[in-house]
């Protein structure tokens, strides 16, 4: 089978394609004949070494895909063969905390990833798709929607009518969105580009700031609630961000860390976290239980993933490129 590895060295130029033995699915485990898969800026991060320098290598990067089981093994009794399935992230972490031990199970580092043909995993590996959705659509969903759903679901959950706070108009941010307004929340989406604020405003955000001509965007996102501040900040910037972000959240209010774009280290105040009684909470994707949840609201409200572009496979390096200029809207895919 046809599989793309990291070989020999990081970096995007030693991802190669090469070719592997066809997998065989054990017992309890299923074979999956993947069809989509998208990216995350952690397989960037990944494939520059900057992730884990310390991974080993070759590895197939790349922890979200779609496809079809075409193969089972014995005392296989979740999926049947011609299922449509997605692969959880973690692949131990069926439910409750997180643990060391469930997260060195994660694909694409330092298990192999979905970046091939096939795949075996095991069966409590995996989700069904929703009826409603592509390959293509649900390859977008293992890390960056079960990430949103996580905030704002799963540590306290969004109630109606607070206002949530998204960064930017990635992966993570648009399915936000979409929960977010599902829910019944107020969302002020931040974007350097009004093209991007158009699309969110058609798809039902609420208040839009450019970051580039508001600079102090947690005085205007203050503004925009009476000088209350918002309920919930979804931070994908990180560092670089977060000392706005705890601005512009009201008292008692939660923050949800995420992401790292705009830096990982930087002076933070920690005084507001204190004195207003803020929950600052780290979300590193989530586990079956959380998936199989946000699955359930995505078939009963027939949502649809934003997918920006769709790469053949062959034209892996231009699709991690594209995201590394920060242009797309939503999630990248790429297709066998």
Not at 143 to 157: D, F, I, K, N, S
Not at 167 to 190: D, E, M, N, W
Request: aromatic share 6%; hydrophobic share 45%.
């Amino acid at each position: 089978m046809r599989a793309f590895e990291i070989k020999g060295n990081f970096g995007l130029e030693n991802l190669v394609a090469v070719e592997r033995p066809k997998p065989e699915p054990g017992p309890q485990e299923i074979l999956i004949k993947v069809n989509a898969v998208s990216l995350n800026y952690r397989d960037l991060l990944t494939i520059q070494g900057l992730y884990n320098p310390k991974q080993k290598l070759p590895l197939i990067p790349l922890s979200d895909g779609a496809g079809e089981v075409v193969g089972i093994g014995e005392q296989v009794d979740r999926v049947k063969v011609g299922d449509r399935v997605m692969p959880i992230f973690a692949q131990r972490w069926l439910s409750g905390e997180p643990t060391r031990e469930k997260l060195k199970t994660t694909l694409g580092g330092p298990l192999d990833g979905v970046l091939a043909e096939y795949v075996v995993l095991h069966q409590d590996g995996v989700v069904h798709t929703p009826e409603h959705l592509s390959d293509i659509e649900a390859a977008a969903l293992p890390c960056a929607a079960v990430t949103a759903w996580h905030a704002l679901v799963g540590e306290r959950p969004l109630l109606p009518g607070e206002v949530v706070l998204v960064q930017g108009t990635g992966g993570v941010s648009i399915f936000a969105l979409q929960f977010a307004k599902i829910l019944g929340a107020r969302v002020i989406v931040t974007s350097s580009r009004d093209e991007k604020l158009e699309k969110v405003e058609a798809m039902g955000a609420d208040a839009l700031i450019n970051y580039k001509r508001t600079p102090d965007w947690a005085k205007a996102a203050r503004a925009l609630t009476d000088g209350v501040g918002v309920d919930h900040v979804i931070e994908v910037g990180g560092a670089g961000t977060l000392n706005q972000s705890l601005r512009a959240v009201r008292m008692g209010g939660h923050i949800s860390v995420i992401g790292v774009l705009a830096g990982v280290a930087q002076e933070v105040n920690v005084i507001p976290i204190l004195m207003q009684n803020l929950r600052l909470q780290g979300v590193i994707v989530g586990h079956r239980e959380h998936f199989e949840s946000m699955n359930r609201m995505i078939s009963l409200h027939r949502l649809r993933p934003s997918i920006d572009r769709v790469f053949p496979v062959d034209e892996v390096e231009e699709a991690f490129s594209w995201m590394a200029q920060g242009s797309h809207f939503g999630k990248i895919c790429l297709t066998f």
